[in-house]
């Protein structure tokens, strides 16, 4: 028996055609990709070293600049989802044994908690339960108590479609000489957010929620602050692959002549969230964010026609890309979600984490963000509503 033969046979796919069949994504993410980023995504791979790539990159961080509102030098894309820009701004801002507190409300809260956790901090929790927020005095409190060098905030919880007002979040955390961190993965493009101006320290998303990128990279920036505190840290970051040292020199942040390759970025992905910055920037970020609020209301509004109860109560409060609702008694949520699945080609998905059970979430968002797609996903609840009643035992 000769040590190189094959014994396991090739898998009976390869004979099969790749099958992505359409779906309108109308979760909580990723959404459908429109054209323009499809096509940017399938072009030519060039080297993650070319000088036409660090063009592209440069286009980028241009892009996030204006998406994010900030000036920041230090802003670039992560190779890697949401989740990897949340590990990024953990690992490098906080230093094992250091404090860190952490704002639940929702799935993203207790995420964030469990990666500073495992990471060495130690983590203090303001808690609510899903769609419920935070007042600055009750964060201010907790501020001064636990005297933590960083705190954690959801703009956009998409577990519960809620958004969280930040103003005057970051001035009180800057009092208690603490960096404000704020997740906007859901939120960016669909509800205002300025990180300048509302002094965040460390904002992220990710390219596949209203930015109708692939998944796969995500946006993050950093303020001077942030810079102060991560670049002069006595322990080296946790890990190599998130370590902004590196990240930034990549990244052409750092002011060295000469990029040295640390690893190789998504090409194609970052080709997509060019052209998807592109599209953000040319629509502009105003008209973006009215656009998202007169879908969601023409939207709440149909659902209320329904007879739905949205879950959040408050208007204001209200998440323009991702709305909740209660789950209408008599009804199996799982047996909606698949009716309409099957029946009607969307998704719409159910709650997650902690709000699993509780809700249902459908996000109209960019690209599918549009009154034609609010109406046909109307028109497809009222169908389930009608087809899916559970009989009475
Ligand atoms: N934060 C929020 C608010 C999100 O909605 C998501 C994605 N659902 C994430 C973080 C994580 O992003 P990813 O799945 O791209 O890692």
Request: glycine share 10%.
């Amino acid at each position: 028996r000769g040590m190189s033969s094959v014994t396991i046979p090739p898998p009976a796919f390869c004979h099969r055609p790749l099958e992505a069949p359409f779906r309108y994504l109308f979760g909580p993410g990723p959404s459908n990709v429109p054209p323009r980023v499809l096509a940017a995504g399938g072009r030519p791979i060039i080297g993650h070293m070319h000088s036409e790539m660090f063009g592209i990159m440069n286009d980028i961080k241009k892009g996030i600049q204006y998406a994010f509102q900030t000036s920041n030098n230090m802003t670039l894309a992560m190779s890697g989802s949401g989740h990897t820009a949340m590990e990024c701004a953990l690992f490098n801002i906080v230093e094992p044994g250091e404090s860190v507190l952490v704002a639940i409300n929702g799935i993203w809260g207790e995420r964030v908690a469990e990666i500073a956790e495992r990471m060495g901090a130690k983590v203090h929790t303001l808690v609510k339960t899903p769609g419920g927020h935070f007042t600055n005095a009750e964060i201010e409190q907790a501020l001064a108590k636990h005297k933590p060098v960083l705190f954690f905030l959801t703009h956009g919880e998409s577990s519960a479609g809620l958004v969280h007002p930040v103003d005057g979040i970051g001035d009180i955390c800057h009092k208690y000489n603490c960096l404000l961190l704020v997740d906007s993965v859901a939120s960016l493009g669909a509800a205002p957010l300025l990180m300048d101006q509302q002094n965040i320290d460390i904002l992220y998303t990710g390219s596949q929620k209203a930015l109708n990128a692939p998944p796969g990279t995500a946006p993050i920036s950093f303020s001077e602050r942030a810079c102060h505190k991560m670049f002069n840290r006595k322990t080296k970051p946790v890990s190599y692959l998130l370590d902004m040292t590196n990240l930034s020199n990549y990244w052409g942040n750092d002011g060295k002549p000469e990029r040295i390759y640390h690893h190789t970025g998504p090409v194609s992905g970052f080709f997509a969230l060019r052209e998807s910055l592109a599209i953000l920037a040319e629509t502009g970020l105003e008209n973006s964010w009215k656009h998202h609020t007169e879908v969601a209301e023409y939207f709440w509004k149909g659902l209320e026609d329904l007879g739905l109860k949205l879950f959040i109560k408050d208007k204001d409060l209200r998440l323009p890309s991702v709305t909740t609702i209660a789950i209408p008694e008599g009804y199996n949520w799982k047996e909606l979600l698949a009716y309409i699945m099957k029946h009607h080609r969307i998704e719409f998905t159910g709650g997650l984490g902690p709000s699993v059970g509780m809700l249902l979430r459908i996000g109209l968002m960019g690209y599918n963000c549009n009154k034609a797609n609010a109406a046909m996903a109307l028109a497809a609840l009222e169908d389930a509503l009608k087809q899916c009643r559970m009989s009475k035992a």
